[in-house]
């Protein structure tokens, strides 16, 4: 009888322990989900959030369209030099570390873009940059890690939070600018969720212990590994020339739309809500591509349409820019589905966790630099001529060439 009620007591312990751990893993989950989403909407606002205000900076600073690109070169810059050392920092600290450290490191950028006269404005952007940059390397690693079974469906939703900090910070930039009276604190705002979005990743890290899985060159993560193919040089030469080409579209569109717009006849308090639109477009269009994409025998149809519609777009901008700007700004938005298609097609081909990281840092890197050129010179090629056609033109050719470098990095 003794026994009976022993064996029945070690039994209901064992139910209790695994529903113990069951419940963990639900939280765990659930701050995992919240601290990705979290620092995904921190990650383009900074940016998004300065390109309406940038002819009110210009002005106040002295500072002409080619100078003011430069303040939306710097980050590009930024993302592509620290690209590459974001994995030894994910070795040293832990990919959740890394992260958490992130969001102080960009409210401390953004605070200081404001703070001074164009010294400033450049510091604080560098800080944002490497803050981003840091960012956008590591958390195709951690989805992978921490969703194996759901990797599309959280790229698809994590690239849909990146384009909706984006689309909010542009809808508002305005009007914050109105409601604090300049564009330094309505710059200064976007600080505010940068520090609420390291409470999340906080716990995240504080759940993590070192050594752990979503640490890269933890044993258990090389065992994830075993056995997984490097990826190509070729394929991952092909995946950095189409995040460059995706990037130098949705970056320009992003640093100049509202300026194209405007000197087409467009009102300033209205310039800014094409570049929203772009970003509502590219929401759903984001997230449904990045889940096909990981159920498609190949994304190379994707990468075309992508193209194709940037083409679309830039050609309306090129012969009637203030005519049909919504129209432009639905192509445009079909367009920068290219974004999380790209971190969709990063994740499908890494072979593993760490293989992840790497193939991230890479492509991100070398397509960031790539595309660093690409606002400065639209910027540049604004003053040059005293219009936007070149500009146009430039960017006409490189949504052209999106199509079938996508499609040949998505067939290797």
């Known amino acids: 009888m ?3 009620v022993e064996e029945t007591t070690a039994q209901e312990g064992v139910h209790g322990t695994a529903r113990g751990r069951g419940r963990a893993e639900i939280v765990t989950t659930v701050v995992a989900v919240t601290a990705v989403v979290a620092l995904s909407l921190n990650l383009r606002p900074a940016l998004a959030g300065f390109s309406p205000l940038a002819g ?10 080619g100078a003011i690109s430069l303040v939306t070169t710097l980050p590009l810059v930024c993302f592509g030099v620290f690209a590459l050392f974001a994995p ?9 570390r890394a992260l958490m450290a992130t969001m102080p490191l960009l409210a ?3 605070l200081l873009r404001g703070a ?3 010294t400033a404005l450049l510091l604080g952007t560098v800080l944002v940059g490497i803050a981003i940059a840091i960012g956008n390397v590591l958390l195709p690693g951690v989805v992978k890690r921490r969703f194996p079974t759901a990797t599309g469906a959280m790229t698809g939703l994590y690239a849909s939070a990146i384009g909706g900090g984006a689309m909010l910070a542009a809808a508002l930039a305005k009007p914050l600018d109105d409601l604090t009276h300049g564009w330094r604190p309505a710059l200064a705002v976007w600080a505010l969720p940068a520090l609420a979005a390291a409470v999340p990743l906080a716990l995240l890290a504080r759940a993590t212990p070192r050594g752990a899985v979503t640490v890269p060159g933890s044993q258990a993560t090389q065992k994830a590994d075993v056995g997984r193919r490097p990826v190509r040089r070729l394929t991952t030469a092909a995946l950095a020339v189409f995040f460059g080409l ?3 579209v949705f ?4 640093a100049w739309l509202p300026r194209v717009l405007t000197e087409a006849g467009t009102a300033p308090a209205d310039a800014g809500l094409p570049l929203s639109f772009v970003q509502l477009v590219s929401l759903p269009t984001g997230l449904t591509v990045s889940i096909l994409a990981r159920t498609s025998r190949s994304q190379a149809w994707y990468a075309a349409a992508c193209g194709v519609a940037g083409a679309a777009g830039f050609t309306g901008l090129l012969v009637a820019p203030g005519a049909a700007p919504y129209a432009w700004a639905l192509l445009l938005g079909l367009s920068v589905a290219s974004f999380p298609l790209a971190l969709a097609m990063i994740t499908a081909k890494a072979g593993g966790p760490s293989h992840a990281d790497r193939l991230s840092s890479v492509v991100q890197g070398c397509g960031y ?7 400065l010179a639209a910027g540049l090629l604004r003053d040059a001529t005293g219009t936007w056609t070149a500009s146009l033109a430039f960017l006409l050719v490189m949504a052209v060439l999106l199509a079938p470098v996508g499609w040949f990095a998505a067939r290797l």
């Not at 030894?88 to 959740?96: D, P, T, W």
């Not at 970056?251 to 992003?254: A, M, Q």
């Not at 630099?369 to 606002?375: S, V, Y």
């Open 2 to 4: 003794t026994g009976g």
């Open 56 to 65: 009110e900076a210009g002005t106040e600073l002295g500072l002409g369209a």
């Open 88 to 96: 030894a920092l994910s070795r040293r600290f832990g990919a959740e």
């Open 108 to 110: 401390a950028g953004i």
């Open 116 to 118: 001074g006269a164009t």
């Open 246 to 248: 995706q990037s130098v």
């Open 251 to 254: 970056y320009v569109v992003l």
């Open 369 to 375: 630099l790539m595309a660093a050129a690409g606002p």
